[in-house]
């Protein structure tokens, strides 16, 4: 069975010059992080902009000497990807000109909805849009704690790292959004199934 390297000695290795370890360890991260940006940023180029950006940032403050390691690497990455996120939204906001687009390529639409008929393709379309509706409705930190969880496909040991709470509030959050998400469902009739 072959051993699988850590994190940390990936980094240390790359330090040492073995650039190839910096690329296993975009490969073993790329997907929970490009998912989180995603989340965020609907429009694919700006969210891929963002990605490298994530990791030209890391690879430059691993090179410097910026990073110790303490066995939390993906929720520092993720941190770093957050910030440009931010960034983004405040350029965007100083320029006043938020984008609204709605394009067709963003997480909720899932390959499993690509089955099935026009009408039951257009019910799925409507849960979707009743699934973002209810998400965006939530207080902040319920939110995020959704989209690391369900989207991001975040552990929450990982969420609780990133976000800076213990794992017991990070699951409290969840708790909370997912109660608050039935009430939402109840108040305005909403229905999450296909018959």
């Keep these: 069975m072959k051993k699988v390297i850590s994190d940390y000695e990936l980094i240390t290795r ?20 490009f998912a989180y940006i995603s989340l965020y940023i609907r429009d694919q180029a700006l969210a ?14 691993v090179k410097a000497g910026k ?11 993720m941190r770093i990807a957050h910030n440009l996120i931010i960034d983004n939204f405040r350029r965007v906001k100083q320029m006043n000109t938020i984008s609204n687009d709605n394009y067709e390529s963003d997480l909720f639409n899932s390959a499993k909805f690509s089955e099935g008929n ?17 998400i965006s409705s939530l207080p902040e930190d319920q939110k995020e704690v959704v989209i690391l969880r369900h989207y991001a496909d975040m552990s929450f040991k990982e ?3 990133l976000t800076g709470v213990s794992i017991n509030t990070a699951l409290g959050r969840m708790r909370y959004a997912l109660i608050n998400m039935r009430k939402m469902m109840e108040e305005r009739k909403i229905s999450l199934t296909l018959n």
């Design 14 to 33: 790359f330090i040492r010059g073995e650039e190839v370890c910096f690329e296993q360890l975009i490969h073993r991260h790329k997907n929970k992080v």
């Design 48 to 61: 891929e902009d963002i990605f490298q950006d994530t990791f030209l940032k890391v690879f430059q403050s």
């Design 67 to 77: 990073y110790s390691d303490n066995g939390k690497f993906l929720s520092w990455v």
């Design 118 to 134: 026009i009408e039951n393709d257009l019910i799925r379309k409507q849960i979707q849009k009743d699934i973002r509706i209810m």
């Design 159 to 161: 969420i609780a790292d």
